[in-house]
């Protein structure tokens, strides 16, 4: 019989509930057709992109920032602002005063500005040059910039003000060109420019302003434009399709991620995602960026030292990307350039391209893995004998050579709802060419409450499309 296998990551505070797990794999919802000719909507999963390496920044530091202006690749790394050019040649043209942390960065066509928590750096595209505002009327501590209508935009830390540059001039700041988000006397947090509304998030609450052309300060609040929702991490926020994404909080609490719906929040996240982000110790380090893979647009989530978790706005299903060894996914800034996908990593000083039909992290492999729902009898009172289970795949996939020239597919199971586990079994998906291959489990013992965790870490394409149980319900 068919079982329900495939899905998303639902993990529940109790594991008798759900420990569904999908790692490293993304789901997407497609139609078949069964005997009676109607179609069904199913999921399936697929394989998450792996990347090659394109460029050694600075060995040993983080990729800070990356930003796109014209056929140029702008990042920052440890001190160094550095210039790609679209023939790939790299160039240092210049320094920041600090060597650790986020960066964020816009531009106005001419210039780029630079923000680092401390200070703000204005980068003169024609000249290739950088240097630090010296305008004295700068809100230092800036830690997000953005640009709307000629302006460049940032916040002041701990106030409810935003500064505005003059127009198409970052250089130059007026001590009067500022406004306060003041429908709620809380702080703002984090801010982003969408579909050229300004939303000002606060600690508890969120204002979206627009231009209105006045003349003292060109910005006011949108009539109605309110929700009574703030930001828990300012590196959270990013947008797609029309659409802003952040981690949110307000007076009631906080660890849900909201996506808005116009001017009003939508809850995305599950209670089982959000029972993940209350457990740990800090969440206001999170952040956020989104990409567009295909029909797919993901927003990614990463918590440092925890979990990196995303959601596809195709689906409306969340998964979750990890990296060999760690928790969390080691993407720490991305950026869409010459038509590819570029990311930079949190440790390494590494900039790599991302590609969905490539199969390792640079050289290092991916652990994918589909740890399914409780499989039971109705009222749980009987166990299950199983046959065999047969996982309905891809095969046929393997390489010429080397590791995943034999792919293997490693399952093991759970007779009490997750919290134990039987050792491993392996069963190959199929050589090169083997596309008739079935990936079958045999004699696999009884149990109640069972659960199947699947894992796949061979550096090969995986498409799980469904999976069959050969089951019977033990009398006694």
Known sequence: MKIYFLGQTKTEYSLNISGEKTINMFPEKVSSQNNSNQDNTKIVLYGTPGFELYKLISAGYPIRGLHVVNDKLYVVCYDGFYRIDADDTLTKDGTINTTAGRVSMSNNGTEILVVDGFNGYIYTISTNTIAVISDADFPDGATLADFLDGYFIVLKPDTGRFYISASYDGTSWAATDFATAEAEPDYLVSFIVNNRDLWLLGENTTEIWYNSGLADFPFSRINGGFMEWGCDAKYSIAKTGGS???????????????????????IISTPAIEQQIKSYSKTKDAFGFTYMEGSHLFYVLTFPDNATFAYDVFTNMWHERQSYKLNMWRVNC????????????????????MKLNYYTEDGTTIIRKRRGPIFKDEDNRKNIIVHDLNIDMETGVGIASGQGSNPQAMLKWSNDSGHTWSSERLASIGKIGEYNKRLIFRRLGQGRGRIFELTISDPVKIALIDAYASAELLNN
């Open 244 to 266: 802003i994404f952040f981690l949110a909080k307000n007076r009631q609490g906080n660890g849900v991620v909201v996506r808005s719906a116009g001017y009003q929040p939508q």
């Open 334 to 353: 991305y950026a869409f350039w010459n038509g590819k996908h570029y990311i930079g990593d949190y440790s390494n000083g590494k900039i790599y391209e």
